[in-house]
Nanobody
Framework: VQLQASGGGLVQAGGSLRLSCAAS????????MEWYRQGPGEQREFVAR????????NYADSVKGRFTISRDGAKNTWYLEMNTLKPEDTAVYYC???????????WGQGTQVTVSS
């Protein structure tokens, strides 16, 4: 399974970006799609999760109300709409996907998001 993340860039505080993650090569339907991020000198942290089928969405407290995860099932692509960006959102953002909770997690290559103050 290959995941291709895109959409990162440089934006001023208060601005918006939309990240995309396109999946290919999966034999099974990818039902759990997630975004993580890793800031400079920090550990990778959870950002958002979309669970297909039930359409459940979960967010880290730090992004609730500002970020929205969504999916285009027909394109096997999911998105992270990021609004009201803050300098502390600066990180490499990674997309991740799994068929189920107990199946292997696949990772994308990461896309850099930089928010200037």
């Amino acid at each position: 399974v290959q995941l291709q993340a895109s959409g990162g860039g440089l934006v001023q505080a208060g601005g918006s970006l939309r990240l995309s993650c396109a999946a290919s090569g999966s034999r099974g339907r990818l039902n759990i799609m997630e975004w993580y991020r890793q800031g400079p000198g920090e550990q990778r942290e959870f950002v958002a999760r979309f669970i297909g089928g039930i359409g459940n969405k979960n967010y880290a407290d730090s992004v609730k109300g500002r970020f929205t995860i969504s999916r285009d099932g027909a394109k096997n692509t999911w998105y992270l709409e990021m609004n009201t960006l803050k300098p502390e959102d600066t990180a490499v953002y990674y997309c991740s996907a799994r068929v189920g909770l107990s199946t292997p997690r696949y990772w994308g290559q990461g896309t850099q998001v930089t928010v200037s103050s």
